[in-house]
Structures are given as C-alpha cells and as structure tokens.
C-alpha cells in the first residue's frame, strides 16, 4: 500500500500514540478473559504535543473509571479528576514524598 509507513519512520509523537492506542486495545483484550482492573504507565506524554496530551486525558479519564490507574508523569499540571496525586522529589540524590 502506498499508505504504509514504517514504525521506524514516525515521529516520536505518532510513535507515542501508537504504543498507548496498543496498549489500551492489549487491556481490554485481555481483560474480556481474565478481569484486569489494573493499569500502570510510564511517562506516556513524553513525545506528546498538548493537543494529543489532551486527548489522551480524557481517554485516560474514560478508561480510569472502573479501574485502578498508577501513572508516572514529570508533567505537574496533570490531574485527571478524581485522582490522589503522589509528589515525589529528589534532593541531592535522596528521594521522598512532597
């Protein structure tokens, strides 16, 4: 197809939104067999410009209603409601909770 392009080719941004699409469509598939109330992510806006950071808020949002989501951002202005947020800081190599 003349359509295709490679993984290898996208932008970081296409690349970011393929993964989380995949990893979204994984969930619900495997929870149609075993029940998975249970998502942990990583820094899933690192390549996002703040139109798809939006968007992927509220498919966030929509997906976190009857599940358990732990999601690690750098980005302080993220806070989904209904969220309990969890501050972490490090000085001089020392970690703790704001």
């Known amino acids: ?16 939104k393929i993964d989380i699409v995949t990893l979204f469509a994984a969930h619900d598939v495997i929870s149609e067999n075993k029940p998975c109330d249970l998502l ?36 302080q202005e993220f806070a989904p409601t209904n969220s309990n947020i969890i501050r972490i800081k490090n000085i001089n190599g020392i970690t703790s909770i704001e």
């Open 1 to 16: 197809q003349d359509d295709f392009v490679p993984y290898e080719d996208l932008s970081g941004g296409q690349q970011q």
């Open 40 to 75: 942990v992510m990583d820094e899933l806006f690192e390549s996002l410009d703040r139109d798809n950071i939006e968007l992927l808020t509220d498919l966030i949002q929509d997906k976190a209603r009857n599940k358990c989501l732990y999601l690690i951002t750098h980005r």
